[in-house]
C-alpha cells in the first residue's frame, strides 16, 4: 500500500460496532500512542455517537475519529456542539487528506439541521491535531494570530467544565490529568524540522507544553461557511446543499 492509494470514509453509529471493530479501532489508537488502555477507549467510545472511519478499497483501517453531537445553553440561547474525541491516521498515510474532508463534509451536513450556532470542540493532543485548526478555519481559538476574546473564553470554560469537569485546567486552558489517559508515542511526539518553524507549531508547544505526558489543549471553532477558508468552504457549503435538498426530497415524499 502506498501513501497516494485511494482511500474512502464512512460514519457508522457507534453502537452498531461490533467487538471486532471495537478491538481494530483500539489496536489502530495503541500503536501511536502510549498509555492507551482498553477499558477506557470503551468507555470513552461508549460516550459517542458516531465514528467517522477511512479505509483503502482493501478494507483495511486507516484511520479515524469518535465524535459527539449534542446542544448546550450558553447565555439563555441553544448552541450546537460537535466534539472530536480520539481521532487517529496512520502515520503511513499522514497526508493524505480523507479524513479532513470527510469531516468538514459531516460539519456542512450537520449545519443544514439547524440554525443555532455549531461550534467544533477539539482537544489536541499533538501539533499535527491543532494544525487542523489553522488548515480549515480562520476563526479559532487558542491562536497564535491573537488573543482569544473575553466571551470566547468564557464559552470555551463553560464547554470545557460540561465535558471535562475537574480536569479542566482553566488558567492553562488544557485538559489534564493526575496520569495520562493516552499520550503520542515518544517518535511521533517530536517535531520534525520542517515543521518547527510554523508559527502554529510552536503556538501549540508554548500553550501545551505537558503534551507529552498525555496534557491535551482545549481549542474552538466557530463552524460557519464565512470564516472557513476556500477549499474547506467548498466542501462545506455543497454537502450543505445536498442535505437541505435531502431533506426538502423526504418532506415531499411524507406530504
Partial sequence: MTETAPLHSQLLPAEALDSAARAELFALYRRHFDAADAGRFAADLA????VLTIRDAGGRLHGFSTLAQYTRIFDGLPLR?????????????????????????????IQAQSDDPLYWLLISKGHRTYRYLPAFSLD???????????????????????????AYDAARGVVSYPESHGHLRADLAEVPAIHAHL??????????????????????CPITADTLRPLARRAFLAARREARAAAADLRVAQS
Fill in 47 to 50: 460516550e459517542k455517537q458516531q
Fill in 81 to 109: 456542539v460537535l466534539f472530536s474525541g480520539d481521532t487517529v491516521m496512520d502515520e503511513a498515510s499522514w497526508g493524505q487528506q480523507a479524513l479532513a474532508f470527510a469531516w468538514i463534509r459531516l460539519a456542512g451536513q
Fill in 140 to 166: 479559532y481559538d487558542p491562536s497564535p494570530q491573537r488573543p482569544t476574546a473575553p466571551e470566547r473564553r468564557r464559552l470555551m470554560d463553560f464547554l470545557a467544565r460540561d465535558r471535562f469537569g475537574e
Fill in 199 to 220: 508559527p502554529e507549531v510552536a503556538f501549540f508547544l508554548e500553550r501545551n507544553p505537558g503534551y507529552r505526558r498525555g496534557e491535551e489543549l482545549v481549542c474552538l
